[in-house]
C-alpha cells in the first residue's frame, strides 16, 4: 500500500451529547465508552493515523475534556507502570500521544453535523482533509476505509464519500445518493443527495457511511446551506450543493462496519470483537451457556 501524501488532516466531530446512551453518558462522551479494552474514539484515530494522516482535529463540546485527555500524555501513570515495572503497559500508553498533533476545537451548540463540521474551518481550510464519524468503527483486512477513499481522490481527483447498500428499511437513517454507472470498481460519481428520506422519497440504497475526504471549498457551501433535516446543519445539504461546482465520488469501500451509535450496535460490535480475540471468544461462549439472570 502506497502511504499518502495528499490528506494529513482527519476531522473528528464528537460534540454530541450521546442521549441514545443515557444515563452511561451522562458525564462520560459516548466517543470514551470502551469498545473491548479501548475508547470507540481511539478506533477511529488509529485509522486516521494509519491512513496517514497526522493531524487530528476534534470538535468538541462540553463535557468532552476527557477525549483530550485520552490522547495527552499521562505522565504520572506512565512512571508508576515504569516503577512497577510494567513494560508493556507503558509502552501501549506512552505511544497513545505520539501517534499524531491532536487539536481541539469547540462546538459551542450542537446544531447538527454540518455546523460541527464548519467549526472545523480554522485548522483544515489549506488542503482536503479526512472526516471520520467515530460512531461507525471500521473493520477492514487489507487497507483501512480512510486511505481507500485517500486512494479515490488521489487517482481521480475531488473530494469522495464512503458509501454501502442498505435495506429500504434503512434509508431513513443515512444521507441517501443517487450515483452514476461504475466508473471503475466501486467508484461512482454522486449525481444528488437526500439526507434521511423517507422510504419512498429515496433515490437509491445507498447510504453514505462516516467516512469522508473533502475538498476545503465544502466550508463555502456550509456556510450557505441552512438548515435541514431534523432542523439541524447537514453536511450532507453542503455536498449537494458542491456537486453543482465540483467533483464528488462515492466509493463503496471494503470492509465491515460496526455501528456504534446505538446501545444495540454497540453490544454487538462488542460482542463480535471479543468473538474474534481468541482469550475473549471463550468468556462469550461461557457467558452464553450460563442461565439467564433474573433481574
Ligand atoms: C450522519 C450523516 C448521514 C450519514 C450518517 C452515517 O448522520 O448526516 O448522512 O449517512 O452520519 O453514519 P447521523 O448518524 O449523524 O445522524
Known sequence: MTRNETVKKCLFPVGGLGTRFLPATKELPKEMLPLLDRPIISYGVDEAVSS?????????????TS??????????LEQTLLERGNSALYELIKEIPEKAQFMSVRQPRP????????CGECLCSDS????ILPDDVMVSEEEPVLSQLIHVHEKHGGSVIALERVGDEDVSRYGIALVSEEIEEGVFRILDLVEKPARENAPSNLAIMGRYVLSPRIF??????GKGAGNEYQLTDALKMMIKKETLWGYAYKGQRL????????????????????ELRVVVEKALSQDTLKT
Not at 446544531?111 to 464548519?118: C, E, I, K, P, Y
Not at 463555502?220 to 446551506?225: A, E, F, G, P, R
Not at 444495540?264 to 462488542?270: I, P, R, S
Open 67 to 76: 477525549i483530550e485527555d485520552y490522547f495527552d500524555s499521562s505522565g504520572e
Open 111 to 118: 446544531l447538527g453535523l454540518g455546523h460541527a463540521v464548519l
Open 259 to 278: 455501528d456504534c451509535g446505538t446501545l444495540q450496535g454497540w453490544l454487538d460490535a462488542t460482542v463480535r470483537l471479543a468473538l474474534s480475540r481468541n
Open 52 to 64: 496517514g494522516c497526522t493531524s487530528i482535529i476534534f470538535v468538541t463540546g462540553r463535557n468532552k
Open 220 to 225: 463555502d457551501y456550509l456556510k450557505v446551506s
Open 128 to 131: 482536503f482533509f479526512g472526516i
